[in-house]
């Protein structure tokens, strides 16, 4: 019973701050309390949700902006994490290559916005390298990271056992960075929506961000909310994701 | 444990597949409808409720352009302002703004020209107050707040209507905003009037009631204009008349059947069928050949925003009359 | 008896101090060497050449009359650190390497060292004892002519080091193993040892064999006696060079 308890505790106490604002700003509205053209009322906004998944364009807009999130952050990520061990195991390539990649590093990337609107104009092309570019910088330097901080007793040993260059890195080089590089990941994902979020606000005529843009032009508070609230419970699901896999890969750490 | 544990595997493998199979959507919806001809593309750049999107919701320019084995790509923008910028990149072919952008566009050096003049529209343009301000004449804006989209017709419109009351725009304090952050500011008072177009000046007068102050007549002409640019037209002379031709006929046919047209923008726009009605009524479409006159105008919008130092380089609109 | 390894006026150099001057060593086949010095003397620097994990600055090392530059097949060494991949189960850590092992092969192993039960365990689930049996385990899987052991046990608590050092003895016995060990322990190298070697100031101070006979009693005054001696020698600055 005790143990029930302390679960139902655990569930709940979290989730009552958010739960109680809720109520509130629905009985506020609700008498008028405040202005329901700037704070509409949770009960209009899930009316609104209702509306706009019937209309299919909330789907639309959503698998638009999935699409370019998925397709910049997985060439973002794989040049990220290939460039980064590339650098990681090779000297002459770390020579090379590292302090360009650092110091682009140092531009925000989101300052690049109207430079590559005027490269790649305003069609999908600079929305996906935009995030590809955002997703690139923590998965290298995570993964540049991750490598080099490898045991080097554990590779002293390696050798020792006389394993071939390839078993060197799937054994003993590419697990211990794993963690590393998965941490990256879980950041990049946040970069990815925040990205794809600015992007598609500056230049584009769908996408989740254009629907919350064309809101705004004419005041449709509820809208922009519901554009919001599925740009956050997207952040979290691949947050959440993310953190699985992170869990996963660290089975063997000792977990008390 | 291990119970729970396998709970979340599937948790996971199903968010996972859910998040793909979206994306493929995604794709589809972005790339789908085209063909596997490889037809030559022509991208045009509209703004909510103008004319390319009446030619657009109408359809007929996209079948005639299909017939010669073009296929169009339409772009919306939230200004005219925005709209020039992808013009100068190349990023679209053709694009309708207001009389503004078009000289600020040939001020930075874009090769732009004036492929056809739409027709007055200034019954929706307007100086507008909120509902219960006591302002009575552009006079008593002195000092005030003013929002305005920078380089748009709007932009030229409030110089002109300032000029008229003895006013510049020193005068005022001017608060250069885009369509939607200046409605806001509008609705919250943060403004004592805003200059604007429709369909943003109907939504606010049905809306939240704003007043007009005074439309744009007697001030400006507030055309319409189809521009395009130098390369491409004098490359593509065709499809140049045939985009002009189709979209006149598609405004001919909205004005003869305005009920309609009200039922397809109000949906396009996802806006109500009041605003759509006011913004349509007050409006007659169509398009005719750029005359003296229209150049006359031009030029006076380029020397007053010289001579304001609202641009930097004197602009010569002769030389971006298409040579027919 | 048979030369399983030769060092030839090896010497030792870093940055220009001298760590090790000229050493001549010989160890032949089912030797136990224990290595003895004070803390820097040189030890594990040695143990290290030997391995072929770093070269001599100058003279040479012969493993079965073939010169030793790197490290082989034959010779296995043990750190006080297990260094066992942390996310490999025992099994999987003890089947690393090029050679194939068989599952045979796998489960005599893991019973040598009484690690039957914890094979599909995670390293950093068990205590420090049991993961150097691991590492020892994954040493005797490769049939190592060679065992170098750098002060493998310096970790462990008294009670587990003892099992250790029998678990050790055993299987040196029983496999004809040849076994280097360097250690700080006296009462360690003495219970083990076929020969002390002590090193010091830079050489190879002496060499004491050990003739106590197995399983040798720590409580014998023989062993007392030559545990005694060599204290009195490492601190005694009187130590003859080998010769």
């Given at each position: ?16 701050l ?9 009985i ?42 998925t ?186 | ?21 979206g ?64 013009l100068k ?11 503004t952008?078009p ?14 003049a ?12 909120p ?19 920078k ?53 606010a ?13 007697g ?69 005719e ?36 | ?23 001549d ?56 650190n ?153 601190e ?8």
């Amino acid at each position: 019973m005790q143990k029930f308890k302390t679960k139902l505790l655990n569930f709940c106490l979290p989730a009552l701050l958010p739960v109680s604002l809720l109520l509130i700003w629905q009985i506020a509205s609700q008498f008028n309390l405040i202005s329901t053209k700037f704070f509409p009322a949770p009960s209009t906004i899930i009316k609104t949700v209702y509306t706009l998944v019937q209309g299919k364009e909330l789907f639309k807009n959503v698998t638009i902006s999935l699409y370019r999130a998925t397709l910049g952050l997985g060439i973002g990520a794989s040049l990220g994490i290939l460039l980064g061990l590339l650098t990681g195991l090779s000297h002459r390539a770390n020579q090379l290559l590292d302090s360009t990649i650092q110091m682009i590093r140092n531009i925000p990337h989101l300052a690049l916005l109207p430079l590559v609107i005027a490269w790649f104009g305003v069609g999908e092309t600079s929305k996906i390298f935009l995030v590809a570019v955002g997703v690139f910088f923590p998965l290298y330097a995570n993964t540049v990271h991750g490598i080099q901080s490898v045991d080097p007793e554990l590779i002293e040993m390696g050798h020792v056992y006389q394993l071939s260059r390839w078993q060197l890195f799937t054994d003993i080089i590419f697990p211990s960075a794993l963690p590393a590089i998965l941490v990256g990941l879980r950041y990049a994902l946040g970069i990815m929506w925040t990205t794809l979020i600015v992007a598609e606000t500056i230049a584009s005529d769908s996408g989740i961000g254009y629907m919350a843009m064309n809101a705004r032009e004419f005041m449709q508070m509820d809208v922009i909310l519901v554009s919001i609230l599925i740009y956050a419970l997207l952040g979290k699901i691949s947050d959440l994701i993310a953190k699985f896999f992170e869990n996963e890969a660290n089975h063997w750490q000792i977990n008390e | 444990m291990a119970k729970t544990h396998w709970f979340k595997k599937l948790a996971v493998a199903l968010f996972c597949s859910i998040w793909l199979i979206g994306a493929a959507f995604g794709y589809h919806y972005l790339y789908g409808n085209q063909t596997a001809e490889a037809k030559t593309v022509i991208t045009i750049g509209y703004q909510k409720g103008d004319i390319f999107q009446i030619a657009k919701l109408d359809g007929g320019l996209e079948k005639a352009l299909e017939k010669e084995n073009y296929t169009v790509k339409w772009h919306e923008f939230v200004d005219g302002s925005a709209l020039q910028e992808a013009l100068k990149t190349g990023s679209i072919d053709f694009g309708r703004t207001g009389n503004t952008p078009p000289v600020i566009a040939q001020s930075s050096g874009a090769q732009i020209v004036y492929a056809a003049a739409g027709y007055s529209k200034y019954q929706g343009s307007a100086i507008l107050i909120p509902k219960n301000s006591t302002v009575k004449s552009v006079k008593a804006l002195k000092g005030q707040k003013i929002a305005v989209a920078k380089g748009t017709s709007a932009h030229y419109f409030l110089i002109r209507a300032l000029k008229k009351a003895g006013l510049t725009l020193n005068d005022v304090d001017v608060q250069y905003l885009d369509a939607g952050a200046a409605r806001i500011a509008f609705e919250k008072g943060a403004v004592a009037a805003w200059v604007t177009w429709d369909p943003y000046t109907a939504s606010a007068q049905t809306d939240i009631g704003a007043q007009i102050l005074t439309t744009a007549e007697g001030y400006t002409t507030d055309r319409d204009f189809i521009l395009s640019t130098k390369s491409f037209t004098t490359a593509n002379p065709d499809v140049t008349k045939l985009v002009v031709s189709q979209t006149n006929k598609a405004l001919k046919r909205a004005n003869q059947n305005k009920s309609q047209l009200i039922k397809n923008l109000a949906k396009a726009l996802k806006m109500d069928q009041a605003t759509i009605t006011l913004m349509v009524n007050r409006r007659t479409y169509g398009l005719e050949s750029i005359s003296t006159e229209i150049l006359k105008e031009q030029q006076s919008i380029a020397d007053t925003f010289y001579d304001l130092k609202l641009i930097k380089k004197k602009v010569d609109v002769q030389s971006a009359k298409i040579e027919n | 008896m048979q030369t399983v390894l030769e060092l030839k006026a090896v010497t030792k150099k870093f940055n220009g101090q001298t760590i090790l001057n000229p050493i001549d060593l010989t160890i032949q086949q089912n030797d136990f060497i224990a290595v003895i010095g004070k803390s820097g003397a040189g030890k594990s620097t040695l143990l290290r050449m030997i391995a072929g994990l770093s070269a001599p600055s100058s003279g040479s090392i012969w493993q079965n009359q073939q010169r030793v530059t790197t490290t082989n097949a034959m010779t296995r060494i043990m750190f006080q650190n297990p260094r066992l991949l942390p996310w490999k189960t025992v099994a999987q850590n003890l089947s690393i390497g090029q050679a194939k092992i068989t599952s045979e092969q796998l489960a005599t192993t893991l019973a040598q060292v009484d690690l039957t039960a914890n094979q599909h365990q995670y390293p950093l689930t068990l205590s420090g004892g049991q993961q150097q049996r691991v590492a020892l385990a994954r040493i005797l899987l490769h049939h190592p002519e060679l065992l170098l052991l750098d002060e493998p046990f310096g970790a462990l608590d008294a009670f587990t080091r003892q099992s250790m050092q029998q678990l050790i003895e055993n299987l040196w016995k029983a496999q004809q193993l040849t076994a280097l060990l360097v250690t700080h322990d006296i009462e360690e190298a003495v219970a083990l040892a076929s020969k002390i070697v002590i090193v010091g100031q830079q050489q190879l101070l002496q060499e004491i064999p050990i003739n106590l006979p197995r399983p040798r009693d720590r409580h014998s005054p023989a062993f007392k006696a030559i545990v005694q001696q060599i204290i009195s020698q490492l601190e005694t600055s009187q130590v003859q060079p080998a010769g």
